[in-house]
């Protein structure tokens, strides 16, 4: 995951362009089955209308002695994302009205867009623009707005149910590495490992589209399908350091989604920040609007506005390791096992069955010496029998006994081979 | 209404008789519409019986010297209210059982009733009390009890619905301030201004009566109407001082009235302390009853019973003021504007509306100059649109995004006129 | 209850057989109504068999010097309980896998029993084992296991309902007090009172039969008829001893028989352990299972598992005293009382009714001398009319207004003598 980080970061994504295009066909290589769409410029999707696809050559900006002060060869988070051209000399003052700078992060290059109301503009390390002299400069950007479209990509994997677990993330963001990069690989890497498991018990989709605009779009063609399979989803972004982990609830924080987020972090006694959806900031404020209500949450590393490199030219391959990306990976394979296996299981027997003549106890009431040890899954077997009344989930029996999810996994599966258990029948 | 105060402190009030004709007569002339009405002495209201009203003209305690100990004529206070008469010589040892004073609070004179049990007896400062010499004493009470009624009165104010918000006072206190003169002052304070309303979705319904006895004889003959029609309501009592603000619940504390005393006391920042019903003491004790049942809390300064000078002649004027009483005039005129406005919105678009081009957002994702402002009512729209989900009123919109319940008003109404918002329709 | 007690303590009871029946029929002496009943070794009891009758004459372990290290004749706890027979001269290292004792008790007998698992074995002193010379030891048990019968009893004492309430013990272990003498001795006991009562509500059942196995054998003859009819029961175990409290809960926490317990305990102000469904241990694994689901609970002293002398000699007579029984017994009775009572009560009157004239509170607002004094059951009636709303019981009574439990029966026998309350109508 890291290498293709790593072979991406370089590209000027936006929300529609090139940068975009190159960003989704890389996948493709990688994933075949990804399927790249296309919606024209100027649909109408939802409150929103698809805006043209920007497309941007070459920018400079030269002060009064003719030396470079940012350059788009240097980083393209030196102009404002999505800018309109221009060529035009003025004063110091004139172009501080189109300079962007963080004073609380002087060496870092911050990160603007200016998507819906046309603009240029520059952005610099504030070391930097502290030190510009007064005189006449040259603003030059050579980018254009064209119709044409924005894209996103998806992938079903079918499994044996049509319902269905929605992964999603967002490929808009130019050359940062936590917030964005980390998503679209993590999500690429998932998928690959869904497409390798012998069984699936539900169908498995994967979308990768620009943030919010790209989000409303793939909901508009999508909404009604989605609404009548998804039972649960995440939003995968900022998971590519290894700092802590963190949980971003769905809009009720009740959903299937949020309780096997907590159940997979809990489970590997994992610390984490649990945030409130009014911390919310991607695309979850589409998946979760009230009339789109999906059961869709989210589990982070450094979430996005907490930690300082944030939408700076600092949240670079630096930021991020092969580690905390493969950590995060296991965090949402965790889920899917989980979701796989969160049947509602039954007793079959009444009272207690026989656990030692089936060895899933000890064959002695022993205090001493001479007692045969057990694992920790056949020490669980009586909590679950005694929870397992056929209305619990496998994260319920987790909550109620205190047990990891992943020990009422194998326990219930240890149980239902000794036909102890059985998976009730739907009312 | 401090004024109000002053003018009606020196009437001496009970259940029933001309103190309290006077005091609602006063009222009427403030509000000509106020309605004023009588109930027949010996009347069955529920468990109970129309008293007597009771006529006072004066009354005197004349110690072995001949010294006036107690005068009605300096203090309705120092009658047990609703005494019978009495012209008596006796000893100070048999006078003791006649005699009320409080040794915590020596200065003070008490008040004392006694409505159903034939009974007289005077109130004194206990510091008076202890120095009395032996000798023959003259108590003399000239009372009496005549078959007449008992009154109340009250004001609809009507509005676009035929639900209504119901307040209630009491006026048979005699010459106290806080307890009470400041609960019927803001009472009708309060109904003046809800007159002055260009628009009311709601009838206001206005009462005052003495305590519980008036209440149980208006609920006696209004109590099917009330339970038809009332969606909440507020005993109003103890709000002349300037102390902190004080919540006392309905009996299930968790009635329309307790959500919007709540959501105005939390949405002024205000502290407050919090009661349970279980420490109730005033009108509830009728309009909460069980087979009553109607949705009715409090919201008060200084509650009766816990300070000290509660129930005695240091609950005068000076203990209430112009400022108290205008900030409980306040948060009960916020109850109302949260109760006129607590509809239920829903979501116009499917996702999150564009908001930029509505200028309820900054149009650039930018960090650093350059920005533009937003009043925090814009900043608030986009948590308001995130629960709008046609289920939730505006207070607990308030409750759920942590939005001071104003700022929620506020922010629907910007929101409904930008489109974005809609009345959600009723099941 | 202690004497009983100490008669019983010597037998060496087990699952099955004399040292069972003659503890049943000791009681059945005390009880005469108490009836046995015995089910064939062989039968299929849901998922288990009844096992054989044990029968054990003697035994006796002979080091290499012929000195006696174990003699069944001094306490049947040197023997692992339901032992095949023996008798094998071995080496020491030979014996110790038939060896068990705790290194962390070194004086203490441990109790081990191997019901399911044919095997044989000593139980003894650390401190002797320790001890224990090299060479040949003789190890012997006359036991046989035949086929006959497993016994249990029990009693049904007829109420005016057929609701029943119902208790269980069990009565398989040897010579151990806390647990477990002390649950059949408080059993027959609390049997025995229930009798003598001039008037039952509900038909009580107390069951006395080996645990586990006796519980299941119970339950499979008797399952239909405990669901359609049980609506609280407890399981009486570790009752001996005078330390705290303590209370387990049935599965779900939230039975009536979990509410009437906690009440019975915080009516008297009584401290006690909360323990969870998690830390269960006794006959409640049969009945509270989620097929079987009958709402039990249990109210203990030092509970099993918790303290030192546990499974061990030392669990002995000096464990347990007549105070300690006495208390457990109470407070199985305060259960009963409180069931008895826990009627749903309704206010007679609509709006409070007026106490004065029935004596039930103070005839005047007084806050000084001469103010009648009132009992605490008086002071309690206007909280319990306020909340007698024909859908509260006497248990959900107390706990809204904070008030005893058994001050809540006291107050509603008041209000329902003078009608001021009626016992709800049942839908």
């Known amino acids: 995951m890291f290498e293709w980080a790593v072979e991406l970061f370089p590209h000027c994504r936006s929300i529609t362009g090139p940068g975009l295009r190159t960003t989704l066909n890389y996948f493709q290589n990688i994933v075949p089955e990804l399927q790249i769409h296309g919606i024209a410029s100027g649909t109408q999707v939802f409150d929103w209308v698809v805006p043209q696809e920007w497309r941007i050559k070459s920018a400079k900006l030269t002060d ?8 788009f060869a240097d980083s393209n988070l030196h102009v404002v994302n999505y800018a ?16 962007y700078s963080r004073e609380d992060m002087p060496e870092a290059i911050p990160y603007v ?7 240029w503009g520059f952005c610099l390390e504030h070391s930097k623009r502290s030190a510009l002299p007064d005189g006449e400069y040259q603003a030059f950007i050579d980018s254009e707005h064209v119709d044409g479209e924005l894209n996103f990509a998806d992938l079903v994997i079918p499994g044996e149910s049509d319902q ?48 919010t605009i790209g989000a409303i779009a793939y909901l ?29 609830p769905s809009r009720t924080g009740t959903t299937l989604a949020d309780e096997v987020a907590i159940a997979a972090l809990e489970g590997r006694d994992l610390d984490f920040t649990r945030y409130s959806f009014l911390d919310r900031g991607s695309d979850e404020r589409q998946y979760c609007s009230p009339k789109v209500d999906l059961p869709m949450a989210s589990l982070l590393r450094s979430k996005y506005g907490t930690y300082p490199e944030y939408h700076t030219s600092l949240d670079n391959l630096d930021f991020i390791s092969a580690k905390g990306l493969g950590e995060s990976l296991s965090m949402y394979q965790d889920c899917i096992r989980i979701l796989e296996h969160n049947e509602i299981y039954e007793c079959v027997e009444k009272c207690e069955p026989q656990l ?37 989930d496998v994260v319920g029996l987790s909550r109620v006994t205190g047990i990891s999810v992943f020990d009422i996994i194998d326990g219930c599966a240890l149980l239902k081979s000794n036909q102890l258990l059985e998976i009730a029948a739907i009312d």
Chains 1, 2, 3 share one sequence.
């Not at 867009?113 to 603009?119: A, D, E, K, Q, R």
């Not at 077997?381 to 009344?389: C, F, G, K, M, R």
């Open 113 to 119: 867009t200016s998507y819906y109301s046309p603009h």
């Open 220 to 248: 508009s063609q999508n909404l009604n399908h989605l609404q009548a399979h998804v039972i649960a989803g995440y939003v995968i972004t900022c998971v590519g350091d290894d700092g802590g982990y963190a949980y971003l």
């Open 64 to 71: 009064p002695n003719g030396d470079v002060v940012a350059d």
């Open 356 to 392: 030692g003549r089936r060895n899933l106890r000890p064959p002695q009431n022993s205090a001493g010496a001479g007692q045969p040890t057990l694992s920790e899954i056949q020490s669980n077997t009586s909590n679950i029998l005694a929870y397992a009344d056929g209305k619990t």
């Open 84 to 99: 309109v051209s221009v060529d035009r000399k003025l004063s110091l003052s004139e172009l501080q009205a189109h300079l």
């Open 164 to 211: 269905e677990i929605l992964f999603t993330s967002y490929a808009c963001h130019p050359s940062m590495a936590n917030n964005e990069l980390s998503g679209p690989v993590v999500l690429i890497a998932l998928a690959r490992w869904v497409q390798s498991l012998d069984r699936r018990k539900y169908t498995y989709r994967f979308v990768l589209a620009p943030e």
